[in-house]
């Protein structure tokens, strides 16, 4: 049986997200659905550091990374063991001449990778590793994906874990999470979904002038820029794309895809 792994873009929420029943069975089904990794390589909208830095494979703890939630929400705890080998195959396939790679052992995993974590694979019993992205730039995300391509034949599952749209002006706790999303959010995640489905990469890395609504989608593009990491370690000749979860939640596209 091949050890050959899939690759993910999810949207990952907030930390209230534990809290949401359909979204944590949706995850919850996704992690039950996919063949066991052996590894789990992580890049969340959540750490942006150049060069290319890895996370702790020491054991540092969680790094909670909001403000002003209830106190349980900092008490979650996510002990997946550390990765080291991950680390070293990880470098060896990433550092460059005069451009090596940084070890943070420091930074534990931040909430872009531990919630969905946490609801996919509960019993915390995979290592994984945090890669953060060294620029938003689309092109060299998706050649940083490239690079890391080998690792999926290893048995480690690579995610990119941003959000679809991510407009926090939109994001209303009054309305509810099922509220009806704002039109532009709407537009994005139509387009997003059509335009995946497609495989169509050229009109991903141009989606500021392409996608509707797309600035008001991503006033910065850090919850965008990881699917970049996942389309480039996914591309062969072709994208093949399955959009596992969708809808919204406050007004944001939730929407996630396994590539081929």
Request: proline share 10%; hydrophobic share 40%; glycine share 6%.
């Amino acid at each position: 049986m091949s050890d050959r792994q899939p690759v993910l873009y999810l949207s990952h929420g907030a930390p209230p997200l534990a809290d949401d029943a359909t979204w944590t069975r949706e995850l919850a089904q996704w992690g039950a659905d996919l063949p066991r990794p052996k590894r789990i390589l992580i890049v969340s909208a959540h750490w942006e550091a150049a060069p290319v830095a890895l996370s702790s494979t020491t054991g540092a703890p969680l790094l909670y990374d909001f403000w002003g939630f209830p106190e349980r929400y900092y008490q979650v705890r996510y002990d997946a063991p550390a990765a080291p080998d991950l680390a070293r195959d990880v470098e060896a396939l990433v550092r460059q001449p005069g451009v090596p790679v940084h070890r943070d052992e420091s930074r534990g995993l931040d909430h872009g990778a531990y919630v969905p974590l946490k609801e996919m694979y509960p019993d915390a019993d995979i290592p994984v590793l945090q890669m953060s992205m060294p620029t938003l730039d689309p092109q060299q995300l998706f050649a940083l994906g490239r690079r890391l391509a080998p690792l999926r034949d290893d048995g480690t599952l690579v995610v990119g874990s941003g959000f679809t749209t991510h407009n926090l002006h939109w994001f209303d706790p009054s309305a509810g999470a099922d509220a009806a999303p704002p039109t532009p959010s709407s537009e994005f995640d139509a387009w997003a979904a059509e335009t995946v489905a497609g495989g169509d990469v050229d009109a991903l890395m141009d989606f500021l002038h392409r996608a509707p609504a797309a600035q008001e989608a991503h006033p910065r593009t850090e919850h965008w820029a990881p699917l970049y990491v996942a389309l480039g370690a996914a591309s062969e000749d072709r994208v093949e794309a399955d959009s596992v979860i969708d809808g919204f939640w406050f007004g944001l596209s939730k929407r996630s895809w396994q590539l081929a």
